[in-house]
């Protein structure tokens, strides 16, 4: 598969799991919340397609986009979802906390802004390693406004930490409008401050969230230190499903659906005269495969109970 239809097939493989996930859970099948993911798919894939396989990843409380981008196996990562046996982290992560080291997923975390100095120390680990591993730590507008995004990017540019800080801007800090907290609404004009670039990108455009992940990649391997990027964009449903979104109008919502980043880079593909057969083939087939993904999940054991204790205790150190 050449490159961009590769970057297309991760977009989609996200659509098709928010897509079928949401009426999964409209169908009350699904344990707890879905965060979905729906309309930022393009964050994702562009800045993970600049990533290698033993870079590292920290997700935050909306992250199955992160971990598909990434990736982490679909059955696997399905199963995780609906909390059983067979998911990635034995159905202990959910929705909110899957995680997969092989691929440097350090996993999710429901604490918002929590990830960012757990994102700082695998940078750390990579410098220390001194192989060229970079770490990238995905984190919504909200966060910024918290403590540890300050903390985390002072010790990063302090130390020129391989750390590419990623601010999914998507408007809204669960149910409140960002422009109302703050008096500068681009996050990324905060860099300056501490001693490192920032840049705001079209989240919503996947090749230049992929140029601007290169970009920050590159000097994080270099031993430049960090970047901080701000993709804006927009996430379609609610902070969650069943968030009623009295805080937005439906006509805001339809203009941002306009700039649908699977959408835009279809248009784009076929300009480029890549064959619409292809394209639809690619459609169908994740189509299948997520359902199929989830009615394994759907069918998968829960963990056992006496298995509650699994990973809780280090065995003994000979």
Same mark, same amino acid.
């Given at each position: 598969?050449?490159?961009?239809?590769?970057?297309?097939?991760?977009?989609?493989?996200?659509?098709?799991?928010?897509?079928?996930?949401?009426?999964?859970?409209?169908?009350?099948?699904?344990?707890?919340?879905?965060?979905?993911?729906? !309309?930022?798919?393009?964050?994702?894939?562009?800045?993970?397609?600049?990533?290698?396989?033993? #870079?590292?990843?920290?997700?935050?409380?909306? !992250?199955?986009?992160?971990?598909?981008?990434?990736?982490?196996?679909?059955?696997?990562?399905?199963?995780?979802?609906?909390?059983?046996?067979? !998911?990635?982290?034995?159905?202990?992560?959910?929705?909110?906390?899957?995680?997969?080291?092989?691929?440097?997923?350090?996993?999710?975390?429901?604490?918002?802004?929590?990830?960012?100095?757990?994102?700082? !120390?695998?940078?750390?680990?990579?410098?220390?390693?001194?192989?060229?591993?970079?770490?990238?730590?995905?984190?919504?507008?909200?966060?910024?406004?918290?403590?540890?995004?300050?903390?985390?990017?002072?010790?990063?540019?302090?130390?020129?930490?391989?750390?590419?800080?990623?601010?999914?801007?998507?408007?809204?800090?669960?149910?409140?409008?960002?422009?109302?907290?703050?008096?500068?609404?681009?996050?990324?004009?905060?860099?300056?401050?501490?001693?490192?670039?920032?840049?705001?990108? #079209?989240?919503?455009?996947?090749?230049?969230?992929?140029?601007?992940?290169?970009?920050?990649?590159?000097?994080?391997?270099?031993?430049?230190?960090?970047?901080?990027?701000?993709?804006?964009?927009?996430?379609?449903?609610?902070?969650?499903?069943?968030?009623?979104?009295?805080?937005?109008?439906?006509?805001?919502?339809?203009?941002?659906?306009?700039?649908?980043?699977?959408?835009?880079?279809?248009?784009?593909?076929?300009?480029?005269?890549?064959?619409?057969?292809?394209?639809?083939?690619?459609?169908?087939?994740?189509?299948?495969?997520?359902?199929?993904?989830?009615?394994?999940?759907?069918?998968? #054991?829960?963990?056992?109970?006496?298995?509650?204790? #699994?990973?809780?205790?280090?065995?003994?150190?000979?």
């Amino acid at each position: 598969m050449n490159d961009a239809l590769h970057l297309y097939e991760r977009m989609m493989l996200i659509r098709q799991c928010e897509e079928q996930l949401n009426d999964v859970f409209a169908k009350n099948l699904f344990p707890g919340y879905i965060h979905s993911y729906l !309309g930022q798919e393009a964050c994702a894939v562009g800045i993970c397609a600049a990533l290698n396989d033993d #870079d590292y990843l920290m997700s935050n409380h909306r !992250g199955r986009g992160h971990y598909l981008a990434k990736g982490m196996e679909l059955r696997s990562m399905m199963a995780e979802m609906f909390g059983k046996e067979t !998911g990635i982290a034995g159905g202990r992560g959910g929705e909110m906390h899957a995680a997969d080291p092989a691929l440097g997923i350090l996993g999710g975390n429901g604490i918002v802004g929590a990830g960012l100095p757990i994102g700082a !120390g695998a940078a750390y680990t990579a410098q220390l390693n001194g192989k060229g591993q970079v770490a990238v730590v995905f984190f919504g507008e909200g966060a910024s406004n918290n403590g540890s995004f300050g903390e985390t990017m002072n010790l990063a540019a302090a130390w020129k930490l391989p750390l590419i800080m990623v601010c999914e801007n998507n408007l809204y800090a669960e149910m409140t409008p960002f422009a109302n907290t703050v008096a500068q609404p681009d996050v990324a004009m905060r860099a300056e401050g501490y001693g490192m670039p920032g840049e705001v990108v #079209d989240g919503n455009d996947v090749l230049e969230v992929r140029k601007a992940a290169i970009r920050a990649v590159e000097r994080a391997r270099v031993g430049a230190g960090p970047t901080l990027l701000e993709l804006k964009t927009y996430r379609w449903g609610g902070h969650f499903q069943g968030d009623p979104r009295k805080y937005r109008s439906r006509e805001e919502e339809k203009a941002w659906m306009e700039k649908c980043p699977l959408k835009r880079y279809r248009a784009f593909m076929l300009e480029q005269d890549i064959d619409a057969g292809s394209i639809e083939s690619i459609d169908l087939r994740l189509k299948t495969e997520v359902e199929e993904a989830i009615r394994l999940a759907l069918a998968a #054991d829960e963990p056992r109970p006496e298995t509650a204790l #699994d990973h809780v205790f280090a065995g003994e150190v000979a």
